[in-house]
């Protein structure tokens, strides 16, 4: 073999790797359109068993809060100032009675002392624990939330896009 024609048959042989690159591309998009009717987007998940079929909203505390975080259970909580968050302490008490589950509210001022308040920097916020952990809350301060603090259904449907109600 001469050293002449290595490079032009290493150039051939990129040169289809980077074709059946492009057409297996093409292909997966295609079909993806195709049969992308089949696929379900995941299920939302369940609240911890303790807190369905109740329709309360029960007061908690940081401890209470650590408890809850350190058993890996799934709850919902608001905190708010109730002088100044009449929407939202309405979607709650509306939510838990509605959907027969236990939403916590967490007292501004006790949520204040939380770890929890060096990521919700705000209230009103509601917020979503999954297995112990904030996966999702709202932020008063942004426009993108602004809808979901206006419509209770949007409240619901926020939620519900995340936790089974």
Known sequence: MSEKQ?????????????????VSIIVRSIAGGWFNDNITPAPAVKLSPEFTNTGIVETLDTEAYNNLAAEKKTFLFATYLPS??????????????????????YTWENFRESPLHNTIKYAPSFGIVVNGELVAYLRSDSEADAHIYNSYEDFVSWIAGIVEL
Do not use: H, Q
């Open 84 to 105: 100044c968050s009449a929407d939202l302490v309405n979607y709650v008490a509306k939510l838990a009675e509605e959907k027969k589950i236990t939403v916590y509210y």
């Open 6 to 22: 290595l490079p032009k048959r290493a150039i051939i042989g990129l040169s289809l790797m980077l074709v059946l690159l492009v």
